[in-house]
């Protein structure tokens, strides 16, 4: 009897699969023209994919290429620009976190944003310092230039800010770049 009853039970079960299935595949629409048999590609937005890509190469390059500046205390650096970032804080032991961000401004012009956040542990409670390099870079010249004088500072190893006369287009080093 038992035996007999979950015989039932298992057709009953495979029964209901079936029309499941069925109905599954009535619902779904069979083409009927040979032009809806044939995939029809994407319509690509002009020019978006391209500035993205461009886009990422801009941040790829600020986060991997490396100069050579000498500092005001006539230190050589050899390093990447958000090394050099980094290193305007005056806290080598600190760790650090950073992220690159390129805003096009038009033809080959970019806006390079590197967001860093430093932490020096070495204090009670740690402390914080969020600092931000913008730069400028053109990409048919290939060249980064300082858009505030945090960026200034990396890329010249001069800060424009301790002087008599500081100047005021970057002052405060991390004051905020407007487009």
Not at 32 to 57: H, L, N, Y
Not at 117 to 133: A, F, H, K, M
Request: proline share 8%; with cysteine; glycine share 6%.
């Amino acid at each position: 009897m038992v035996a007999k009853l979950g015989a039932v039970c298992s057709c009953l079960v495979l029964a209901a699969a079936c029309a499941a299935d069925e109905e599954d595949i009535a619902a779904t629409p069979t083409p009927t023209t040979p032009e809806a048999t044939q995939a029809s590609p994407r319509p690509a937005t002009p020019g978006a994919t391209d500035i993205s890509t461009r886009g990422e190469e801009v941040e790829t390059l600020a986060n991997t290429v490396v100069r050579q500046v000498t500092w005001e205390d006539g230190t050589t650096y050899e390093e990447s620009i958000s090394d050099l970032v980094f290193r305007t804080a005056g806290k080598p032991d600190a760790g650090h976190g950073h992220r690159v961000v390129a805003r096009w401004l038009g033809d080959t012009r970019w806006q390079v944003t590197i967001f860093m956040r430093v932490v020096d542990r070495s204090t009670e409670p740690d402390t914080v310092t969020d600092l931000t390099g913008e730069f400028y870079y053109d990409e048919e010249r290939d060249e980064f230039s300082a858009a505030n004088g945090r960026a200034l500072l990396a890329l010249t190893g001069r800060n424009p800010c301790p002087s008599d006369q500081p100047e005021p287009d970057y002052c405060p080093l991390d004051k905020e770049m407007r487009p």
